[in-house]
């Protein structure tokens, strides 16, 4: 087996609405504690992978040169975009990975960032409406919050009103933001606010209120990824067990929407190429970007059959204190989802987990945990398995 790639650095902004935030200046602030933590400078790095959405939200295209502009020693060293929806930045690691296991870059640069408070909400919804099938589901009201309104709409229908569940896991991402000094919302919104529709929760797309929607936000996070440990870093060094990329069909209607098929066989791939099993995992960081992806996540990964995952929060399993803790950074929904960080940010997250440095987000001492991040509705499904070293 080829030897698995380490994670020997990192970096996080401040996730938010970032006013008049500049590029290359947001990078700069992710990628200096990266190179920083990881004992490394700037003339160190031999590849970069930059995760960047923008899909119009910027004007500037072409973003994998702003790093050189950032850092001008790094003008020279090969740059590359990459974009797979919400994620975008898991792709970009993704390709970091592939240049190291196959020896062409020692130590890559990963750098996830996304400016989208630029444009008004509207342009917003209209942009990331565009990563559904359009030729199908680019007219949903209410955008992508109405494409998984839908998606809740059919499991409601078939499975029973899951409105207690939603709200239970919003409260708990929201209680778990509240410990993470990135996070976009550090407010601890309590189950009663989340689970009532009010002025200020109201009904947004189906069953789905504001409550359970992941927040407009601007941020970056950045990684450095080397084949070997570096003796310089100031931060325990973090290992890729197994990492795993499954796709799905784009058109919701060439599949059940009440399943998330490809992402239950990443987590199958994953845990298998792991050697590794749920009872394993210290935590896991999924991507719920809608109170409802969550839900169809625990059933994905295993943790309850089709049609039950609601069980799975109402019994505590994924809480703070639980058996397997979800989202201890406060997930999506609190922490933020800037659409090319946030498979970074996810991975960062779980490195800081796994060392012993994740501050008041720290549970323990976990010796395994695992990152699922997805771009559109469950279509790229990208599960890593990591380990401290």
């Not at 700069?28 to 190179?35: H, I, K, Q, S, T």
């Not at 004992?39 to 992978?49: E, Y």
């Not at 009010?198 to 409550?211: E, I, M, T, Y």
């Not at 199958?268 to 109170?291: I, N, P, S, W, Y």
Request: charged letters at 20%; a negative charge; aromatic letters at 8%.
């Amino acid at each position: 087996m080829t030897q698995q790639p380490h994670i020997i650095g990192w970096g996080h902004t401040r996730f938010g609405k970032l006013d008049a935030v500049d590029a290359e200046q947001l990078i700069r602030d992710a990628v200096e504690p990266a190179l920083q933590t990881a004992g490394l400078q700037a003339g160190d790095i031999d590849g970069i992978f930059v995760g960047h959405f923008n899909g119009g939200f910027l004007p500037q295209d072409f973003t994998s040169s702003l790093v050189a502009l950032a850092f001008p020693e790094l003008r020279h060293v090969p740059a590359t975009r990459t974009e797979n929806a919400c994620a975008t930045g898991s792709s970009a690691i993704w390709a970091a990975l592939d240049a190291v296991q196959a020896g062409r870059v020692k130590r890559a640069l990963v750098v996830g960032f996304e400016i989208m408070n630029a444009v008004p909400t509207p342009k917003v919804a209209e942009t990331l409406l565009r990563c559904s099938y359009v030729k199908e589901e680019g007219e949903t009201p209410s955008g992508f919050a109405g494409v998984f309104g839908k998606i809740a709409g059919s499991y409601f229908e078939r499975f029973g009103d899951q409105s207690d569940a939603l709200a239970s896991i919003a409260a708990k991402n929201h209680a778990n933001g509240m410990h993470n000094p990135y996070a976009h919302m550090r407010r601890d919104l309590g189950f009663d606010f989340c689970r009532n529709e009010s002025d200020k929760n109201p009904f947004v797309a189906g069953p789905l209120k504001r409550s359970d929607c992941s927040l407009v936000s601007d941020g970056a996070a950045a990684l450095v990824i080397s084949a070997e440990p570096n003796g310089n870093a100031t931060v325990t060094p973090i290992r890729w067990r197994s990492h795993t990329q499954v796709n799905e069909f784009l058109p919701l209607s060439r599949r059940d929407p009440t399943r998330f098929e490809g992402a239950a066989l990443a987590w199958q791939r994953g845990m298998d190429a792991a050697r590794a099993k749920l009872d394993d995992l210290g935590f896991v960081e999924t991507h719920d970007c809608f109170t409802v992806a969550e839900l169809l996540e625990y059933e994905a990964m295993g943790l309850a059959p089709h049609g039950q995952g609601a069980r799975v929060i109402l019994d505590g399993v994924t809480r703070r204190d639980g058996k397997l803790p979800v989202n201890l950074s406060g997930g999506l929904k609190s922490r933020g989802h800037p659409i090319g960080a946030t498979g970074v940010s996810q991975h960062v997250m779980a490195a800081m987990q796994l060392s012993g440095t994740a501050g008041d987000m720290q549970v323990g001492n976990p010796k395994l945990g695992a990152v699922f991040n997805m771009g559109g509705a469950a279509v790229a499904n990208y599960l890593s398995v990591l380990e401290a070293v």
